[in-house]
């Protein structure tokens, strides 16, 4: 499903991609953001607490098999993925925040996604042959928060050296999903074509209703219709290459290639629903920010009291 050649630019990419997004951040945004933690503690409960839930409840209604069961659980314990801050920011999204819950989500993930995929895959009973070690996990996840913590002494140290990886990474996460769907849909046309229907209303359902559950519980915790939105993208849109490089962890062979399906159109998939979100969340907040400045000009200027 992915040439050797593909495994390893992935491979490469997310530790780039990771030490983008770690010379996003300085000590600094910490200490701010957890003044007033409220939005992401929303966002971890949403990242680890509906996403998991919803792939567990898609794989039980829809009567996944084990391999794309697995996948789909797997997929949904993921922390967020880098790419949601690009669409943060085009959604005209609060950046800060969705930089800050991928980077919280991600370093979490080391503890909380195992813990996860145990019980979820003990719920649902899968057969041992499809358990995802621990150790795969966790080794994958540790490896890829050292270069997110050398990204952030990079920004301290040298701030314009910090700012330019920064960029680079952010356009890397673009150009390795836009290089993996150019080479690996034509490549797996027959594939796409046989795959039954259940597995993507799975692999697209997931996405979907995380951002639905993700904007409606910030909605109820009274986040800003901004905020909210941008909590909505950030669950939504999981790792998808992290879950790919655990998967070819794990397995090998012909449990590889099921395993890998769901991880794999989910990626392609988030892509385009994401684009499609991003558009309608712009629309809205550029007419939020129309009817602001409307009754700015209505109400006029504060005048000063006598």
Request: aromatic share 8%.
């Amino acid at each position: 499903m992915l040439s050797e050649f593909e495994t390893q630019l992935l491979g490469v990419m997310m530790m780039l991609i990771m030490l983008g997004m770690g010379a996003s951040l300085t000590f600094k945004d910490f200490r701010i953001a957890f003044r007033k933690p409220k939005g992401i503690l929303i966002g971890l409960v949403c990242q680890y607490g509906i996403m998991p839930f919803v792939a567990y409840t898609l794989a039980l209604l829809l009567g996944l098999a084990p391999a794309l069961a697995i996948g789909l659980i797997l997929m949904g314990c993921m922390p967020g993925g880098t790419t949601s801050n690009i669409f943060a920011y085009f959604s005209k999204g609060t950046l800060a925040l969705s930089i800050m819950m991928t980077i919280c989500s991600t370093l979490v993930a080391v503890a909380v996604v195992p813990l996860l995929l145990a019980f979820y895959s003990g719920l649902k009973d899968l057969p041992a042959e499809f358990t995802v070690p621990a150790g795969n996990v966790a080794q994958v996840l540790v490896v890829l928060i050292v270069p997110t913590l050398i990204g952030i002494v990079l920004r301290k140290w040298k701030p314009n050296v910090g700012a330019t990886i920064e960029l680079i990474g952010g356009l890397l996460g673009v150009f390795v999903i836009l290089f993996l769907i150019v080479t690996w849909v034509p490549r797996n046309h027959m594939l796409l074509a046989t795959t039954p229907w259940e597995v993507y209303v799975a692999a697209v359902g997931l996405g979907i209703v995380g951002m639905l559950l993700g904007f409606g519980l910030s909605r109820l915790f009274r986040q800003d219709p901004v905020r909210s939105r941008t909590i909505a993208l950030e669950t939504g849109i999981q790792n998808g290459p992290l879950a790919v490089l655990i998967v070819l962890l794990t397995f090998a062979g012909e449990k590889q290639q099921q395993v890998l399906l769901i991880p794999v159109l989910y990626s392609l998939f988030i892509v385009l629903t994401s684009s499609a979100v991003t558009v309608w969340f712009r629309r809205l907040s550029t007419r939020e920010e129309l009817a602001r400045d409307q009754a700015k000009v209505v109400t006029g200027p504060a005048r000063p009291v006598a």
